[in-house]
């Protein structure tokens, strides 16, 4: 015996049913959040880690950066308690991480991207690390160099032994 016969028939019912269960699914989800850990500063917005706004400029970031930095250098703090220093080692890491985020236009336009669409964390992922693990130097320019010095290795020696059947 079914206690719900119309989900068996596929009317109606059967819809609101499957329509009730997708959305208590799909709400038991965790929802998306822009504020990803071991991205840029973790769950920490970096515009607050500073006390900066968004529209701050690159100088009044600065200045703000240097201010906290000041403050809660490890060779300049002074902790009230025992504890305190390893917290305030990890705020100085905190700030110096926030600071590097915000001080450069394309990585700071990748951090606000990310706070607009916090739905699209793969694509953060991927910005944050081609960024971070770009080589910094272009690679043609390093073959090429390479390239060079092994010629210089190889031509050497036979330039030397040419001197010497000559010199005999």
């Avoid at 930095?69 to 926030?98: C, S």
């Avoid at 694509?123 to 073959?143: G, N, S, T």
Wanted: contains cysteine.
């Amino acid at each position: 015996m079914d206690l719900f016969p119309e989900r068996s028939r596929g009317g109606v019912g059967a819809c609101l049913w499957r329509l009730t269960v997708l959305l208590l699914s799909v709400s038991s989800l965790p929802t998306a959040t822009a504020l990803l850990e071991g991205l840029y500063c973790g769950t920490e917005v970096c515009y607050d880690v500073l006390g900066v706004t968004r529209e701050a400029s690159k100088a009044e970031i600065a200045r703000a950066y240097r201010q906290l930095a000041r403050r809660y250098h490890p060779d300049r703090y002074r902790p009230e308690e025992p504890g305190e220093e390893e917290t305030a080692h990890n705020k100085f890491l905190l700030i110096a991480t926030a600071y590097e985020t915000l001080k450069d236009e394309d990585t700071r336009r990748d951090y606000d991207y990310m706070l607009d669409h916090p739905e699209e964390y793969y694509q953060h992922y991927y910005a944050y690390y081609r960024r971070r693990l770009a080589p910094k130097v272009d690679v043609r320019i390093v073959i090429l160099v390479t390239i060079c010095a092994i010629s210089a290795v190889q031509v050497e020696p036979l330039r030397w032994k040419r001197q010497l059947l000559w010199s005999s």
